[in-house]
């Protein structure tokens, strides 16, 4: 597939992505306690989450046909192929189960392992984030880049706080604590696309997190790439799509940033 049908191939996902907004934000206030599901410790689902990835599947299976995917909610067989989704139909569905503002659609398309495509919709404020290789970053058909910001000093951070894995839980508190003295903040949204999605554009200058999914981040790094930016995990290698951690940053900021991470979480765990 040539970058220009690839584009192409966003654009459509792009339109798809916007009408599933559109059910969700129908959903808004409607979900009932009964409704709710506890997958696993503090991992919330809702028939919104099952709908909303049930209509994600078959608008890109119509798109992409003979595609495979790979599903936060499993609503299909999960498979490897040469063109495979991943997909995260609501990440951040406690914000959303809250009535907080902060959730979004991720989706991501990779060739042969090798993410090509990434979209993450934040559902609030109605921002669409997408790059398709080679083409750059973009929101809202407006391009973006990751910021200049060259100290950590002058920087802002996001994070996601543990809620089920505590493995490394001293570890992050020390970090927590050179972060918070260190830089202008530490902000937790609570929606992993969304942070890398803010890195990509400038708003964060870095971001850092564990105990994550596929879903979460493959998205979202790749728009951190695309504008122009760094992705890893801890120990500083590729491995952040499966290994369950990512550090992403711009490029100013990158040495800095991933030396302090280093420190405290790219060793052995704490307890």
């Excluded at 808004?28 to 994600?56: G, H, P, W």
């Excluded at 995917?69 to 063109?83: C, D, K, S, V």
Aim: proline fraction near 3%; charge should be negative.
């Amino acid at each position: 597939m040539t970058d220009q049908q690839l584009e192409a191939l966003c654009t459509e996902a792009r339109t798809l992505i916007a009408e599933i907004v559109l059910f969700l934000r129908q959903q808004i206030d409607t979900v009932q306690k009964r409704d709710i599901k506890v997958k696993s410790r503090n991992s919330l689902v809702s028939y919104v989450d099952k709908e909303a990835e049930r209509q994600l599947v078959a608008g890109l299976q119509a798109i992409l046909p003979g595609s495979v995917f790979l599903t936060e909610e499993e609503t299909i067989a999960q498979q490897g192929g040469r063109w495979r989704w991943i997909v995260d139909p609501l990440d951040g569905t406690t914000n959303f189960l809250h009535g907080l503002p902060c959730y979004s659609i991720a989706v991501a398309l990779q060739q042969n392992e090798k993410t090509v495509l990434g979209i993450v919709h934040e559902v609030a404020q109605d921002e669409q984030f997408y790059a398709s290789r080679g083409r750059g970053a973009f929101c809202n058909d407006r391009s973006i880049q990751v910021s200049s910001t060259p100290n950590l000093a002058d920087s802002l951070i996001a994070t996601g706080f543990p809620y089920y894995d505590f493995s490394r839980i001293d570890d992050y508190l020390a970090l927590f604590r050179t972060l918070m003295t260190s830089t202008r903040g530490i902000r937790r949204f609570g929606s992993a696309a969304v942070d890398l999605a803010y890195v990509a554009c400038g708003r964060f200058d870095a971001f850092f997190e564990h105990s994550l999914h596929p879903w979460d981040v493959a998205a979202g790094a790749f728009l951190v790439k695309e504008a122009g930016g760094q992705v890893a995990d801890f120990s500083g290698s590729g491995n952040y799509l499966h290994g369950r951690e990512i550090v992403a940053a711009s490029n100013a900021l990158w040495p800095a940033f991933l030396t302090e991470v280093q420190h405290y979480l790219s060793g052995p765990t704490s307890v």
